[in-house]
């Protein structure tokens, strides 16, 4: 399924003292689908901001509207919002995405067991054809404790397109990685958005990530430059 | 080192007052327990009968045996909140030793903060721990005089080395984890069949095997009842393996009702498996200990209630000082005896009981001659009760032995010497008297009495009084009588049976307020992924229930087995006619009380992170 996110007149701010300190001050964008979009820019410049305004996780807006493929995300309720992020979009994070008390199949299926879905044979095709695919090896069973960083980064990459999102966000996802780790992640970003046509958002300040990037956005002081 | 100290307390300020707590309470419990078992102490040396000694030892040993489990299973909680006042300064203690301070300065500023933590800790913990026995000393009635300066000195010291012990021994472990690779090798909790695991479930399997063989072939003895004690070490090490299969059923269960809430909760479980184990335990003890004995008093109570009210077919017993001439008050509805009050057998008061074979005929009571001390027979004792030359006595059947028999029992009845031979024993009716059967034929031979008798069993439902002066006790108060005091002195064990229970939730308490804290960036990414806050509650509440229930489930049957084998040992079978009692409503009150503390304390613990501000935990994290 194809992901167009379109950003409207967004403003979101915080309080900071005694007044409101505005965070993204009325951005305006569209970012395409099929691509892999990055968000660039120093830091507090509100890139992640951006990114979880996008993924719906703020819980409101001050100002604009947000929609992926036509629905106003801010317009839906807590509960309608958490359905809609369940069921189209993914995230990855800095780090510690995945859950210790799992294993490396466990973790994967968790989009699965949220949408109450049962893990069929079909899924574990899957699971074991990207694990390959990450240069991971069948390694299923293992537990967290024995991956690297980037290992378990890729178990998140995998996790976030097991179940077949439209978008997928990622929050500088490169941060605690090394060039290498960094550039095996981006290729097999890169790839999945070919293969499953699937959109990607990445904040990043990384320069290794703006080179793999067919859409850049830079953002200064909450505005799109 | 002073400054480094000033920047240590600094950090984890919630954790430390968890700690302090923690602290004053395993104190509180150690100066209680101390007090409970020094007052029984003093009981022993005051003691006069070797009886009493017997029980009195009894109870002794069992609450130094639940003190010293409870204290060790108390340790975990401390062990648990001191390793997240550790882990919450991951940052300081590496940057520290980065900086080259060395691991013994490193451990001399914990126990710097330790020691200024026993001050507070100690001192409150005492006084509390007094103030907590006097007050159930004074609620339960049992005497205080175990209040002495034994547990002032010997409490704060105990305390200071197994804390100490704890601290050290959980500091040693945790510097020993390299720092930097905290975050990737997290310690291993899940659920997996190591070698250690799968050779401990074939010991219990074969136990299992073992004991239920032997408990076939050799059912009804007294081994018997103790080779059931067996099942806890059974129960005990297929701990693992039930955890497993119910595991695995509710897996089954998720798939056919595609509840992936139900299977992440399960895999929740199976993931924390090592952290619960000695929640699990505690809940399994407590529940066992606490259901066990209460239905072990039930039951006994029940049993002394049946034994009096199914073998006692007169209506009142009547008795009076004054001996009164038989042929006077002579009324075919009544059969009559001659009772005296003989000197004390260790703690009981010995009532000798003279009468003849109407007592039998009539059937005032029902005599059941325990027939593995003699082989006295209903017509022998029939003709032995009239004959005024049997000096034979019939004793309670738990106050002798079969050496017992033939041997020579002298007392003083009325100020004269009287010489029985023990003939053999028999299972009292009234379980709260101590009463000895002899012919009332004797009795007027040895006292000088002729036809003189001064206590009346009437037969009808309406009598009239035989004496006057006297005293009247219906059939119902007997029942009573025998049903009040069938279990003595155990006040004092509810008291602890309670403590135990405490200690279970506030171990369980400990361990959600923990997981709470430590799964909060978990919690949030699920939330952050779209799982609605009232499906992240499922699974972890879920989670704690299965705890709950498996432990709960082990406990219930090892309550029945702990109460099966101590009716059996401590009573006749021929009481328990009515089976084994179990309080159902006091189990289901007890699961509900667990699973309902558990519910509210997650959702205030994980309001933070389920509810409010997901959003902040997780960019927390990310900058950490």
Known sequence: ?225 | MNELYRALKLTGKGRRKALILAYILNIVIITFFLMVITGFKDTINESLSPNDYEQIVAILSSTIGISIVTIIFYQWIVITLFKSLYQSRQHFNTNIRLMGVKKIQLFSLYFKEFVSMQTVAIPFGVISGWMFYFLIAAAFNFQSKSVNVFSLWASPIIQFIIMFATIAITFVNLSKQDSLSRKIIRSNNTFTWSNGRIIKTIIGIVILIVTTYLVITIHGSQTFYLLLLCYFIVGTLLFDLIFFLFNRFGYLISILTHSGSLRLSLLLSNGKFSKTRAISYMIIFSVAISVGLQSLWLTLRQAAYDSANNNIYYSAVETTDNLMDISSIKDNNTVYGLYYMAPKLGSNRVRILGVDSGFIINKCETINIDKNLSDLTDQELKKDLDDPNWNGIIFPQSSIQPRNIGTEYKTKLNGIDVTFVIKGGNFPNNIGEFRCLVSRGYLEKVLGQTNKVNTAFHMGNTYKKAFQNSSIQTKMDVVKISHDKSVQSTDLIEVIMYIILICALVMLLNYIYLVSLQDKGDIARMRAFGMSAGKVNFVYLFHFIFIIFISYLIGILFAWILSLSGCNLVMNHIYLGSGIIISWNFVLLLFCVFSVLSIVSFVLFSYRANKKQYLQIIREQNNE
Not at chain 1, 42 to 65: C, F, M, R, V
Not at chain 1, 66 to 78: A, G, R
Not at chain 1, 210 to 221: I, K, N, R, T
């Open chain 1, 1 to 225: 399924m194809k992901a167009v996110v379109k950003l409207l007149n967004v403003t979101y701010k915080i309080q900071d003292g005694n007044e409101m300190k505005p965070i993204l001050n009325n951005v305006s964008h569209l970012f395409p689908a099929e691509n892999l979009s990055v968000i660039s820019g120093p830091s507090g410049s509100g890139k992640t901001t951006l990114l979880y305004a996008i993924s719906g996780l703020l819980d409101h807006l001050d100002n604009g509207s947000i929609s992926v493929n036509d629905t106003n995300i801010y317009s839906l309720k807590e509960h309608q919002k958490d359905t809609f992020r369940l069921n189209n979009i993914s995230m990855i994070f800095q780090s510690l995405n995945l859950f210790p008390f799992l294993n490396v199949q466990e973790n994967i299926c968790v989009p699965v067991y949220a949408k109450n879905k049962n893990v069929t044979a079909e899924t574990k095709k899957k699971i074991s054809y990207y694990l390959d695919k990450m240069g991971l090896g069948q390694i299923q069973k293992k537990a967290l404790g024995v991956l690297s960083g980037g290992e378990q980064q890729r178990v998140a990459i995998i996790r976030a397109i097991i179940d077949e999102p439209a978008l997928i966000l990622c929050d500088e996802p490169t941060a605690c990685l090394d060039r290498e780790n960094s550039v095996i992640f981006l290729e097999n970003i890169k790839t999945l958005i070919t293969d499953t046509k699937l959109t990607a958002i990445i904040v990043s300040h990384d320069a290794t990530v703006e080179q793999y990037a067919d859409h850049l956005v830079e953002l200064s002081d909450g505005k799109i430059l």
